[in-house]
């Protein structure tokens, strides 16, 4: 069977994020977006733990809530500001990793996203002593991740390096990108929303197509670990040119500037703010290879952008949480079934019967790559234009129905 999961989320007790963040929100949110399954996130504190433990458990692994199954995860930050993505086989070895780490930390209860002081390489031995999956979390982006640190896995990870078995991409970043660089290839990708909210703009704006028996935290880890049969068999995210930092840019006005005219100004930009380093700059300082070289078990990458991101350019509103915005979404979910139905596969004339022309018109563009996206950087998202003024080449690539993979 194939499922589709987003296996990094944030619970409302991590830093910056909705109070709606609940696992009733997220259950009912869930399968409007046409997601499975969801990594819990913030798996180690403890007032998370108590709403998880309401949840159906399946197995030791597994919970569920109305028609959406949960998974077990945690995002910590080590001494260095490295992020890391956890994923548990049950709430036993959740205790037990907590235990272990509790002393290392001041904020296991206060942040569901802790900081540890201990190393990627600490942390990986115990995520192995433990049987626990981990790996970099958005592996690029400038600020917590692995490359804004490290040149290298074994840098980060030391002689534990080889124990990480997935790669998070983050919304900067895709399969062509990271394909550039050759000591990844081994490694399973992941396409996660690292959503804040249950918002339809936000979860599930990434996520991954598995080949598994079961919705299953073990199928899961097989999927992960491409054994027994079971492997993702398609990431799906943003293109990375619409990420925060997908280009190197002030933090401040967010005007863009070429790596080489970034240090030749030594970061400053000439509003005085600081110019922050791109992820698609970062992967040519880090990369071996002139263009990707994908491997044999490397799945394809399709790039979608959020529904009601699409409904608000159509119908000309400037924001994507107005009402208007979000009784269009809801018309087009509750006719037609989910959003990744309406993005990819649905019939254009059925959307029109559940929205408006202009919707519809906009997801055709779409779907047919006719759309220019100017891209983020410095942290604002990139801007997307559903009708190019200009003769530019278009940077969207040419949709195709999940169906074809």
């Known amino acids: 069977m194939q499922i589709n999961v987003d296996l990094h989320i944030h619970s409302r007790f991590s830093g ?10 997220l259950a009912e949110s869930a399968p409007k977006k046409g997601i499975d399954v969801l990594a819990t996130g913030d798996c180690l504190h403890r007032d998370w733990q108590r709403e998880i433990r309401e949840c159906k458990k399946i197995d030791d692994g597994t919970f569920e809530m109305g028609k959406t199954r949960f998974i077990l995860s945690v995002e910590v930050e080590d001494k260095n500001r490295v992020h890391h993505l ?15 780490v509790e002393r290392y930390s001041i904020n296991l209860d206060t942040d569901g996203r802790p900081k540890l002081r201990l190393g990627g390489e600490e942390i990986a031995q115990l995520a192995k002593d433990l049987d626990i999956l981990i790996g970099p979390a958005h592996a690029f982006t400038p600020w917590t991740a692995l490359y804004a640190y490290h040149d290298s896995l074994k840098e980060c990870y030391g002689d534990l390096a080889d124990y990480v078995a997935f790669l998070e991409l983050g919304l900067s970043a895709d399969s062509d990108y ?9 490694l399973t990708f992941l396409t996660n929303s690292d959503s804040h909210s249950p918002h339809p703009v936000r979860l599930a704006r990434e996520f991954n197509r598995m080949e598994v028996r079961d919705a299953t935290f073990d199928e899961i880890r097989k999927a992960i670990l491409r054994r027994g049969g079971n492997r993702i068999v398609l990431n799906v995210g943003l293109p990375p040119q619409e990420g925060k ?42 990369s071996d290879l002139e263009e990707p070289k994908h491997p044999d078990h490397r799945p394809p990458y399709l790039h979608i ?12 509103q400037g924001s994507v949480f107005t009402k208007k915005v979000n009784d269009l979404w809801e018309n087009l979910v509750t006719g037609i079934g989910n959003e990744v139905k309406i993005l990819v596969d649905a019939d254009i004339k059925d959307i029109a019967r559940y929205s408006n022309p202009a919707v519809a018109e906009a997801i055709e563009l779409f779907r047919e790559g006719k759309v220019r996206i100017i891209p983020g950087g410095g942290g604002r998202y990139g801007i997307i234009e559903l009708k190019p003024k200009e003769d530019t080449p278009i940077t969207f690539n040419h949709q195709k129905s999940l169906f074809d993979f």
């Open 245 to 286: 930092y997908n280009e190197t840019a002030c933090i401040k006005c967010y005007r863009h500037y070429s790596l080489k005219e970034a240090i030749s100004r030594r970061w400053r930009c000439v509003c005085g703010g600081r110019i922050k380093k791109g992820v698609k700059d970062r992967i040519t300082e880090l």
């Open 178 to 186: 990271a394909d550039r660089i050759s000591e990844l290839h081994r």
């Open 86 to 100: 956890l994923y548990f086989p049950s709430l036993s070895q959740v205790e037990e990793f907590r235990e272990k």
């Open 16 to 25: 910056a994020t909705s109070l709606s963040m609940t696992i009733k929100n």
């Open 305 to 316: 952008i959020p529904l009601s991101e699409i409904i608000s350019k159509a119908i000309g």
